[in-house]
Structure formats: C-alpha cells, structure tokens
Nanobody, 125 residues
C-alpha cells in the first residue's frame, strides 16, 4: 500500500496561486492512478482532478478547469496540483488519493487504496 503526505497548503488572497505536493512512499506509486479531492467546511469530500498512472491523461471537475493543473513525477514519487486564479470557494482541505480506476462521465477516480491526511487551503476575499 502506498502512503501519502500532502504539503503546500496555506493562506492566499483571491486571484493568487498555490502548488500542492503529495509525496508517496512505497514501490507502487507508478502503479496507481492518482487524484486530488477536497472537503470544504461542513460539506462532503468532492473530486477535483485525476491523472493516469503514466501521466498521459488528466481530468478535472468543471469548477477548476482552466485554473488547476494536475501532474506527477513518477521518478520522485510525487503528485502535484498547481492552482491558479484562486477563489474563496476553493477554500477546503485538499487530499491526495491513490486509486485503481478512472471511470464515469465526467471521469472520476475510484477504487481508492490510500488517502493522505490533507492540507488546508484558505483563500481570502
């Protein structure tokens, strides 16, 4: 099983940028599709973005398309989420996840094997 640790969260003004990282340990990082989810205060955890095991394909929820970019470096066992044009409604705890399947319309990450503990992103207006 892969262990995941997120970093890079913080306080940023609306319109600003942040880059989240997710460091994986274990030998199976490159075997997994990876994704980012977020949970806003008082709300359910929701899908944000996912990337295939080899980085060839990426998918996003509509609300972040054109603003966020998911990427991975399998040599460094690291997943990234570059966030730009941030809005107050992006405020949430962001979690990375290792999953088995990308399915659906629109595509989402399913079959989660591991979750990180999360990193808090706060966007002030």
């Amino acid at each position: 099983q892969v262990q995941l640790v997120e970093s890079g969260g913080g306080l940023v003004q609306a319109g600003g940028s942040l880059r989240l990282s997710c460091q994986a340990s274990g030998r199976t990082f490159s075997d997994h599709h990876m994704g980012w989810f977020r949970q806003a205060p008082g709300k359910e955890r929701r899908f944000v973005a996912t990337i295939t095991w080899n980085g060839a394909s990426t998918y996003y929820t509509d609300s972040v398309k054109g603003r966020f970019t998911i990427s991975r470096d399998n040599a460094k066992n690291t997943l990234y989420l570059q966030m730009g044009s941030l809005k107050p409604e992006d405020t949430a705890v962001y979690y990375c996840a290792a999953g088995r399947t990308i399915v659906g319309d629109p595509p989402h990450l399913y079959g989660i094997d591991s979750w990180g503990r999360g990193t808090l992103v706060t966007v002030s207006s």
